[in-house]
Nanobody, 120 residues
Framework: QVQLGESGGGLVQPGGSLSLSCAAS????????MGWYRQAPGKERELVAT???????DYADSVKGRFTISRDNGQNTVYLQMNSLIPEDTAVYYCRAYLYTDHRLWGVYWGQGRQVTVSS
């Protein structure tokens, strides 16, 4: 079994900063990529940022220059630093991991989600 433990998020005023972290635990052979997605009320879940095992990253256009994703491979943990937050960033943020549990079996796992609210 694989678990994704998330922390961080909360309420912040526009222009403020928040951070999220997600640690993968359980039977993990290797992690291909980890990342963050978000879902606002009435909208579909969308990519925020991902980081691959080789360190390459991908960001949604809407967060480029404001959000930074990083990864601690030794701790199987991914972080999301969110700066210059705007109300449109308000959503539930979900951690996602694409990983192998042995040399053949892979799966996509999701965290339970963390609320991020940007409001004055």
């Amino acid at each position: 079994q694989v678990q994704l433990g998330e922390s961080g998020g909360g309420l912040v005023q526009p222009g403020g900063s928040l951070s999220l972290s997600c640690a993968a635990s359980g039977i993990i052979f290797s992690i291909v990529s980890m990342g963050w997605y978000r879902q606002a009320p009435g909208k579909e879940r969308e990519l925020v940022a991902t980081v691959n095992s080789d360190g390459t990253t991908d960001y949604a256009d809407s967060v480029k220059g404001r959000f930074t994703i990083s990864r601690d491979n030794g701790q199987n943990t991914v972080y999301l630093q969110m700066n210059s937050l705007i109300p449109e960033d308000t959503a539930v943020y979900y951690c996602r991991a694409y990983l192998y549990t042995d040399h053949r079996l892979w799966g996509v796992y999701w965290g339970q989600g963390r609320q991020v609210t940007v409001s004055s």
